[in-house]
């Protein structure tokens, strides 16, 4: 089973994509970057899911962190503030794709589905 990492500092919204995702995913949650961190020095993952703004390290630093601990792990960067200047900073190469809040689960399950079923996808 593939397993995923969701990072959001909003316990609801990791709630959610827990429970979206569970079905078919074994999946992770954390509350920060550094909790990410902790749990991506001892488990690999098929793909993470990051907030932009976390409390700490923001969500680009911990992509370009993920793509140093585990390069094949594509990083779909959430936020509920898009701006130009989020665009450009989404185009980092750490980051695979970009979405803003609210988030259309349906969307969002076909995005990871292809993400996990897609070798290719990962780097």
Same mark, same amino acid.
């Given at each position: 089973m593939q397993r995923i990492l969701i990072v959001d500092d909003e316990p609801s919204i990791r709630y959610l994509l827990q429970r979206a995702l569970e079905d078919q995913y074994h999946v992770e949650t954390a509350g920060s970057a550094l909790e990410a961190l902790e749990k991506l020095r001892v488990i690999s993952f098929d &793909? #993470?899911?990051v907030d &932009?703004?976390?409390p700490g390290v923001n969500g680009l630093e911990l #992509?370009? #962190?993920i793509r140093v601990l585990?390069?094949?792990t594509p990083v779909i960067l959430i936020t509920a503030y898009g *701006? *130009?200047?989020f665009e450009n900073m989404a185009a980092h190469p750490a980051i695979s794709l970009y979405l803003q809040k609210p988030l259309s689960l349906d969307r969002l399950l076909k995005l990871v589905e292809q993400?996990?079923?897609d070798p290719s996808r990962r780097d």
């Open positions: &793909l #993470a899911i &932009l703004l976390l #992509a370009e #962190a585990d390069p094949g *701006t *130009t200047s993400f996990c079923s």
